[in-house]
């Protein structure tokens, strides 16, 4: 079976790698790896971590993309790619306009296409925009449909769609355990790691900062800053903040926060810092998708700034808090979490309701149509075949 597996922003190389690799050791599979490019400097660190060889670079960033200048280069592109190539299927991740317009250009060929991170949804087109309706279309459009858990399955479910249903875990649990593994057993890459980042201060509790919503840009974000400024008043905690590299965060976020001696901006990190980080932080304050998902697995409380989430599982379990992009509200709702030591210990259990580390394995097991047992979300029997 020829596969073309496409990806093009950081968190799709993150999910996609660990597919990838497992893709690769399949002599029944010949993959084709492309990427679009769609983030330049943030995917290339990922590639190189997880020993990826990109066969196709389609190269369509340009800076201040506009979205449908993004999605018309992408279509032609790829189009250009599907002939030359002839793949049997094609793969594409989660909600981005990479995996929209390669599912489009797939489509209109009459090719198969497998999405993996299929039946997420908040209901809310415009939360997150333009995630909601891209994850939409490419469901229409998918043969395989790679449910991360029962509750996408059963959004899915919920649409009638034509595609085939698989509940697999999250491939970004598959990611993150490799690299919790490389921390743990390679010394030398926690000390380098210490060298390079000797103004933490382990006397104050982290919290950790991401943040890069497209709906969040303009007012959504002055309110997030100003949360963060009036955190970094307390003298128990200390801010870290890799700023995303679009300018419509970075401009913004490096304007009102740059003279606060406590939040400390900095590069976006590469996978392995950041789950360093991760590991350190007392608490996440997000509002990424994957951070989501990888932060209850380690044990971190998230406090999610955004007013809905299409990762409700992890809400359930009582990891993850909604507390919308008001500035008030998120100062009040993480300093509850940080003075309120029930709270904080209720929420800081471990919980893996997104995966095991074996979606990679049961995602080609459906490809090549092989039996295999779906995930389950530990303690409950969600899926019945
Ligand atoms: C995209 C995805 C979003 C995903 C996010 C992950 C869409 C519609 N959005 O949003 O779903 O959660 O990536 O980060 O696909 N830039 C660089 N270098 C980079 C990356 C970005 O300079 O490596 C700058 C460029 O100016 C670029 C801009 O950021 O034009 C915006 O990037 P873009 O991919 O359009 O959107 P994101 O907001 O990153
Ligand atoms: N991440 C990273 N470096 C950073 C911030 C995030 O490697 O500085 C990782 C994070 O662990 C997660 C992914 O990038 O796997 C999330 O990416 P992002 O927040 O850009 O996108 P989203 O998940 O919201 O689509």
């Not at 925009?129 to 939409?136: A, Y």
């Not at 350190?280 to 999610?304: F, I, Y």
């Amino acid at each position: 079976m020829k596969v073309l597996i496409l990806f093009g922003t950081r968190p799709e190389a993150i999910k996609m790698a660990p597919l990838i690799k497992c893709l690769q050791r399949n002599s029944d599979v010949q993959s084709i790896v492309c990427s679009t490019g769609q983030h330049r400097e943030m995917l290339d660190q990922v590639l190189q971590l997880f020993s990826i060889e990109v066969d196709h670079d389609l190269d369509v960033m340009t800076a201040g993309q506009t979205l449908n200048g993004l999605f018309a280069r992408l279509l032609g592109r790829i189009d250009s790619l599907l002939d030359s190539t002839q793949p049997d299927c094609v793969l594409v991740h989660g909600d981005t306009t990479s995996a929209a317009a390669c599912a489009m250009a797939a489509f209109q060929r009459g090719i198969a296409i497998g999405h993996v991170e299929a039946g997420l949804r908040t209901g809310d087109m415009a939360q997150p925009f333009p995630e909601e309706m891209n994850r939409r279309v490419v469901d229409v459009m998918a043969r395989w449909l790679f449910a991360p858990t029962a509750t996408s399955r059963g959004n899915l479910l919920r649409e009638n769609l034509q595609g085939d249903i698989f509940i697999t875990g999250n491939t970004v649990i598959d990611a993150l355990d490799l690299v919790v593994e490389k921390l743990a057993t390679e010394p030398e890459t926690t000390q380098r790691l210490a060298r390079r980042y000797p103004w933490l201060d382990g006397e104050r509790r982290l919290v950790l900062v991401t943040g890069h919503r497209r709906e969040n840009f303009g007012e959504g974000f002055r309110q997030i800053c100003e949360a963060l400024r009036t955190l970094g008043q307390r003298g128990d905690i200390q801010i870290v903040y890799p700023v995303h590299l679009n300018p419509n965060v970075r401009n913004v976020v490096l304007d009102l926060l740059c003279d606060q001696p406590n939040v400390h901006l900095i590069n976006p990190l590469d996978y392995v810092e950041f789950v360093w980080f991760m590991q350190r932080a007392h608490l996440v304050l997000t509002d990424s998708g994957g951070v989501q998902e990888e932060a209850p697995h380690l044990g971190k409380p998230v406090l999610v700034m955004r007013n809905t989430t299409e990762r409700p599982e992890a809400v359930a379990a009582g990891t993850v808090k909604l507390v919308g992009t008001d500035a008030q509200t998120i100062v009040q709702a993480v300093g509850l979490m940080l003075d309120d030591r029930d709270l904080y210990a209720q929420a800081a259990r471990s919980a893996n309701p997104y995966g095991d580390g074996k979606a990679s394995e049961r995602i080609v097991a459906a490809l090549l149509a092989r039996n295999f047992s779906p995930f389950q979300q530990e303690g409950l029997m969600l899926y019945k075949s």
